[in-house]
């Protein structure tokens, strides 16, 4: 997935997927992905045409911010 901006998401004809799975999913207590697992994620989230993918939150921690780097396609 590319880094976008707001021009990508002009057409108000079109519904933008934007998933948050992995940046909303490691809230939850206990749970939490591995870079790797986030980029499997990703890449069935490229195959499935998610067009937004929120890998996570890069100052939250280096492991975020490694995450976002990786992810972003």
Not at 16 to 32: K, L
Not at 37 to 63: H, M, N, T, Y
Request: hydrophobic share 45%; glycine share 6%; proline share 5%.
């Amino acid at each position: 997935m590319p880094i976008i901006s707001l021009h990508f998401m002009a057409d108000k004809d079109r519904v933008y997927i934007f998933d948050t799975t992995m940046r909303d999913g490691e809230q939850s207590p206990g749970a939490s992905m591995s870079l790797e697992e986030k980029i499997q994620i990703a890449r069935v989230f490229d195959e499935l045409g998610i067009d937004i993918i929120e890998a996570g939150f890069p100052i939250a921690s280096p492991g975020d911010f490694e995450a976002v780097t990786e992810v972003k396609i």
